[in-house]
């Protein structure tokens, strides 16, 4: 499409020069109308065409107008002076598949121009086209068009004259759209308000308008911020997990935020315009009144704990901070109300305030020095105090709270954990010693503890009404079995004098050894017995080991037919302790090496020295142990009960004795071993050195020098 | 029982103190075996009325006696000048008393229950 050369013609025009492209923001209608007409009309005065595309109702406007004006429409339209076409029409002949085509543009309004312009006068258009995009949202469209019109107005040579409502342009988004319109006019007339002034006026006017402008420009910028800071605020309420809602003076709501939603069931649009005290409980009627009539009076109402009843009927307890809102007058118009949900946090101190007042154990609070923060009553019963003896800064009995749970508390502070349940004795105000146990734990982070107490006396006084019993009962049992060994013994001693019966003589032995194996049992039940209780005694003194272990073993080898113990090294050293009760450690490790061996005809006994230890070691060559049972062997009652069901006998009790014994010494005692492939038990003890030796011997001298006087 | 009288010069006498008559049967008859002249009584309180030609040259006392404490006897016993040479041998079901027992005085000190040789090896070294 090319556009005819040659064609184009100046035009001489009054009030707006030759091939300008004018636009008007106008605020009204009617200041719409009136610089059309006024256009028009000045243009049909001075001879000039007028083509004018337009809507059918500015059209009738504008015809009443000039008609008013004195113009006679059949002669100017007759002369073609003035052309009236319809601008949407118009519209719909330069598009092509809603798309706006150039080339069609550029052939309709040639042709038009061509038609008009035979006459050789100045040309004016005015065009609504652009103002209609512009109204359909077609922005991007309507500034096409105007470059379009721009283009043509270099072919031809005409008036342009736009106009837009200046209400179609709102705020910011079509600031820069505005600003290219402008842009695309040779000139901008302002709205009608600004043309109806004289030039003093409009000097005035302008100087105003650029003050406005820049006042305007400043407050624009404080709103952006103003908007900013409230959206980051919406966003905060929008996020919080507290619910936060607005209310007018009567309790209508008039926000409702997410938490909102989540913490009372109900949806904003549930909720706003309802009455607040849908929230309550029916049986708190008079909060509602009380509430609002401080807010009335300008206070706030700050972490008020009440209850609330959820969509779901649940009732919540809930903290509410209640704050009125005032106007720009500082007049109360409402409230806000911040509330959060404590209904599980609530729970959860009733649970622990219960358990802290539970009289089943004593509990108190201390801080990592031991000082008493809290007690409950069964504490303070314990100790028997009264709360009012034991306020904070009663230091006798802090004092006796520090000494008896001190290195409790510091070693849970320490390790920021708990201490496994202790038994100790705490001295009472009496002065009486109480047996407790007493487990002790850090409240993570906080260099605080709880501990918790409890009274076992009682079962103190069990464990001794037990080893009474115990001790008693082997008492008893020991009175028959004595008998019979005499007897058994004195028996042998005749039969052998008589020379009598060789296979009786042979039974009375092995009876005999069956009551020292009664006799054994016995002795590890007393002796478990009291180890619990701390009662085992033991003797002090020097023992040397390679004879002690020479001696038992000979004497075990006595009684097995079946193995042999054989030694290997020698300790060359001597412990200090109780010769009996080392020895009964090795019996112990020797009969369970006979006994969880059958299938095995052999022992070794290990003897050595290393590190200031007696070394020794038994090892089977029998069932062996796996790996799963290696601590707990070591536990009283322990059996080993194996895959199949099947148990071991025994009490399950030579072990624990055996590691007690070996504590009491200051020894170890382990096992290495895997199931099916035997067992060796390792003990090690501290051995005495020369310089220890060398005083144990002055000691003797000194003590056999007494003896002696 | 025996008379204390009719014993022979060189014979000695065991006294044996315990409260089960079949322990008291027992020691008796094999120490009697043994050649010793042997009075067996489960009377604890029996020594504090010794006469002086009654004395036994060697004493068996068991610890827990019915109605009697053995200590409270062997105290008595090695404070008085006319038996406080005399030795003694102890005996009891608790192995854990030897300690005790030993600090009180006795001599010796077997648990309970004994080996028939080991005691009369004891009986031997105290009267040989």
Redesign the interface.
């Known amino acids: 499409m090319t556009i005819p050369r040659g064609t184009k013609r100046i035009l001489q025009q009054s009030g707006i020069p030759a091939h300008t492209h004018v636009v008007q923001f106008s605020e009204h209608e009617t200041a719409l109308i009136d610089a059309v007409s006024s256009f028009i009309v000045t243009g049909l005065r001075a001879g000039d065409v007028c083509l004018v595309f337009t809507t059918p109702s500015h059209r009738a406007s504008l015809e009443q107008r000039l008609l008013a004006e004195g113009i006679n429409f059949p002669t100017t339209q007759m002369e073609n002076s003035l052309v009236f076409l319809d601008a949407r029409e118009m519209i719909t002949r330069f598009f092509v598949n809603e798309q706006l085509e150039p080339a069609r543009f550029f052939a309709e309004m040639g042709q038009l121009i061509e038609q008009v312009g035979q006459s050789q006068r100045p040309l004016r258009i005015f065009g609504e086209m652009v103002a209609l995009l512009w109204a359909d949202g077609k922005q991007d469209v309507a500034l096409h068009l105007e470059e379009l019109w721009n283009e043509l107005s270099q072919r031809y040579a005409f008036s342009l004259f736009c106009a837009y409502p200046l209400h179609d342009f709102d705020g910011h988004a079509h600031e820069e759209l505005f600003i290219r319109i402008c842009q695309q006019h040779s000139q901008v007339i302002p709205s009608e308000s600004y043309l109806q002034l004289s030039e003093q006026e409009r000097i005035q006017a302008f100087i105003l308008l650029q003050q406005k402008a820049h006042a305007l420009e400043a407050e624009i910028a404080q709103r952006r911020v103003a908007q900013e800071r409230l959206r980051v605020l919406a966003a905060i309420v929008e996020s919080t997990d507290d619910a936060v809602l607005s209310k007018d003076l009567d309790g209508t709501i008039t926000s409702w935020n997410k938490a909102a939603e989540r913490i009372y069931g109900y949806t904003a649009q549930e909720m706003i315009g309802q009455h607040v005290t849908r929230l309550f409980p029916a049986d708190q009627p008079e909060e509602f009144e009380q509430i609002m009539s401080r807010i009335r009076r300008g206070e706030s109402v700050e972490h008020h704990e009440t209850r609330r009843v959820r969509k779901d009927g649940r009732v919540l307890t809930v903290s509410v901070t209640i704050s009125p809102v005032r106007n720009e007058m500082g007049i109360v118009i409402g409230a806000s109300t911040i509330a959060r949900d404590i209904t599980d946090q609530r729970l959860l101190e009733a649970k622990s305030q219960r358990l802290f007042d539970s009289n089943l154990v004593g509990i108190f609070v201390a801080n990592a020095d031991g000082t008493l923060l809290e007690a409950n009553q069964a504490f303070l019963d314990l100790l028997g105090y009264t709360r009012e003896e034991w306020q904070i800064g009663n230091t006798q009995s802090d004092i006796s709270l520090v000494s008896s749970f001190q290195s409790l508390i510091f070693q849970a502070c320490q390790s920021n954990s708990n201490v496994e349940p202790q038994e100790t004795v705490i001295q009472r105000k009496s002065g009486e010693d109480l047996p407790v146990v007493v487990a002790v734990a850090c409240i993570e982070h906080t260099q605080t503890c709880v501990g918790f107490v409890l009274d076992i006396r009682e079962r103190k006084a069990l464990e001794q009404r037990k080893d009474a019993f115990i001790?008693m009962a082997?008492?008893e049992l020991?009175?028959?079995?004595?008998?019979?060994?005499?007897?058994l013994?004195?028996s042998?001693?005749?039969l052998t004098a008589e020379n009598g019966n060789e296979r009786v003589l042979h039974y009375l032995t092995r009876m005999d050894a069956q009551?020292d194996k009664l006799?054994k049992l016995i002795?590890d039940l007393?002796d478990i017995s009291?180890m619990q209780t701390g009662?085992?005694?033991y003797?002090e003194e020097r023992v040397e080991m390679d004879g002690l272990v020479q001696e038992i073993v000979e004497s075990v080898q006595e009684t097995t037919q079946t193995h042999e113990i054989n030694i290997e090294g020698r300790t060359s050293a001597a412990v200090f302790g109780d010769r009996?009760r080392l020895g009964q450690v090795l019996i112990n490790l020797l009969n369970n090496a006979i006994k969880y061996s059958p299938q095995a005809d052999k022992v070794i006994v290990r003897l050595s020295q290393e590190q200031q230890q007696v070394r020794m070691s038994v090892q089977d060559f029998g069932l062996g142990i796996a790996e799963e049972h290696h601590h707990k062997i070591f536990e009283r009652f322990y059996q080993i009960t194996d895959s199949d069901e099947k148990t071991y006998p025994g009490l399950g009790i030579g072990l624990a004795i055996s590691l007690e014994i070996m504590k009491r010494h200051g020894g170890q005692l382990w096992v290495e071993s895997q199931r099916g492939e035997g067992a060796t038990f390792h003990l090690s003890l501290p051995y005495l050195s020369q310089e220890e030796e060398a005083a144990l011997q002055q000691i003797e001298l000194e003590r056999d020098g007494q003896h002696a006087e | 029982m025996v008379n204390m009288l009719s014993k022979a010069v060189s014979q000695k006498t065991i006294l044996v103190i315990d409260d089960?008559p079949?322990?008291l049967t027992?020691?008796q008859?094999?120490l009697e075996?043994e050649g010793y002249h042997v009075f067996a009584t489960n009377r604890g309180e029996y020594l504090e009325t010794i006469r002086q030609e009654d004395l036994p040259d060697l004493i068996l006392l068991d610890v827990?006696l019915s109605g009697k404490d053995g200590r409270k006897i062997i105290k008595y016993l090695k404070a008085q000048e006319m038996t406080k040479l005399i030795p003694v041998i102890m005996f009891s079901?608790?192995?854990?008393v030897?300690?005790v027992v030993r600090a009180t005085g006795a001599d010796d000190f077997l648990s309970?229950?004994?080996?028939?040789?080991i005691l009369l090896t004891k009986v031997q070294a105290f009267l040989s």
Do not use: C, M, W
């Open positions: 001790g082997s008492h020991k009175t028959p079995v004595t008998s019979l060994k005499g007897f013994g004195l042998r001693r005749l009551i006799t002795n007393l009291r009662q085992l005694v003797r009996d | 089960d079949d322990i027992f020691l008859d094999l075996l827990f079901a608790y192995p854990g030897e300690a309970k229950p004994f080996d028939t040789d």
